[in-house]
């Protein structure tokens, strides 16, 4: 087995994270945003999400990340708290005991989870609305896919420089089996440095829709752009970290499981006119997507939410 495919440390700064990339893609200018740092920080001494809640658990670190760190005396690290916010949907089965606030529940797999619009609200809700959510579906109005390459490309060459800069946070919600498989024996520091990395590395089969935020960005040697996900099992990728080529998000997000998928970007309110409007000039329409799990209904996404 690899070196760097044996289970390792949990990695909590932006150091560490520079050090393992820089092991698998020696010479590689990886981007990484400023509060990367504060990222890994706060996702590093996590557990494992509960079954349905991987939505909300991404804002258990990323809120906290950007000093949100607390709503009407509560802890927004609190998973289950933040369950609550994004009106996440149990599984029936579960035992609600683990939730100290509502939640609703389902024996319906096909309603389990987080909606992307629960999320946008746990987001403006937990931060007073200082932060606003931007949603751009993976397919349009009519189900064909929008973010088809050209579109894709232009969206990250808006998005890159206000991730970079710390001005944007970057939430997938998307299909795991179009990414390269990250429990796989191939998924490996040798492997994942190769050029043809995303030829020679099975697809996953998990079979499961999956939130995940960009904690990196850039473009390898051969041209090709790739990320890092912070995923909320750690037993996947490198403790949680997931290098994945930006081309394969793309799959994921126009999905072909025939639930909805997109990209939820995060910006402070009044910027948020803005970055829609560029999104937009790029060819890229701005709407909230469904994905099978309910949507709340006591709130309703719209422009600076």
């Known amino acids: ?15 560490a994270l520079k050090d393992l990339l820089g092991q698998i893609f020696p010479g590689e200018e990886v981007g ?29 670190y990323l809120l906290p990340a950007r000093g949100f760190a607390q709503l009407d005396g509560e802890p927004l690290g609190a998973e289950d708290y933040m369950a609550h916010l994004a009106r996440v949907t149990i599984t029936a089965s579960e035992d609600q005991g683990k939730y100290r606030f509502p939640v609703d529940s389902s ?7 987080t909606s ?8 403006a809700i937990a931060s ?48 795991t089996d179009q990414l390269l498989a990250a429990r796989d024996a191939a998924y490996n520091s040798e492997t994942l440095g190769r050029a043809d990395a995303s030829v020679v590395i099975p697809r996953d089969s998990w079979g499961v829709g999956h939130f995940a935020p960009m904690a990196a960005l850039w473009r390898r040697p051969s041209g090709e752009r790739w ?16 290098p994945q080529p930006t081309e394969l998000m793309r799959r994921a ?20 006119d803005r970055l829609i409007k560029e999104v937009e000039r790029a060819g890229v329409d701005v709407r909230m997507w469904t994905n099978g799990s309910p949507a709340p209904s006591d709130w309703r996404w719209s422009p600076g939410r």
């Open 116 to 123: 992307p619009e629960g999320v946008a609200r746990a987001i």
């Open 227 to 242: 990320m890092v996900l912070l995923n909320s099992f750690k037993e996947r990728g490198f403790a949680g970290i997931e």
């Open 128 to 175: 007073g609305g200082q932060l606003a959510s931007i949603p751009v579906p993976g397919r349009d109005a009519s189900g064909r896919p929008q973010l088809d390459g050209p579109r894709w490309e232009a969206l990250l060459d808006v998005v890159a420089p206000r991730f970079l800069d710390g001005a944007a946070d970057v939430i997938f919600n998307y299909e």
């Open 32 to 60: 990484l945003p400023p509060h990367a740092d504060s990222l890994l920080r706060f996702h590093a001494p996590l557990s494992d999400q509960l079954p349905a809640t991987c939505g909300a658990y991404v804002l258990t």
């Open 107 to 113: 024996a319906d797999p096909s309603q389990q989870g």
């Open 1 to 15: 087995m690899n070196a760097l495919r044996r289970p390792v440390p949990a990695i909590g700064s932006a150091a």
């Open 253 to 272: 997000v126009v999905r072909e499981d025939d639930r909805g998928g997109g990209v939820l970007l995060v910006v402070k309110h009044e910027a948020a």
